[in-house]
């Protein structure tokens, strides 16, 4: 179960983009502790024709601090052009 999990649409003129923020489990079994490890990830996709291309990803960017993955994810809804390029 995630603890964080924010998905917004996001319209700019004629287009559309997903906002996507949740916590994941970092999975690389040769680091000690990995298993019990958060980390949040937030992430924009275009939705062309009603599809969101995950395939192609607009912007990426992973966090430590739940925080800061949250206050991020509202600024890229407030001003999306200071993150992705429409």
Known sequence: MRDLELKNILKIGAKEFLVSTISMHVRHSFFDGDNAKIVYETMVFE??????????????????????????HGAILKNPEAFFIV
């Open 47 to 72: 939705i062309v024709d009603g599809d969101v291309a995950y395939h192609k990803t607009i912007f990426n960017e992973r966090y430590n601090m739940k925080e800061e993955a949250i206050a991020e």
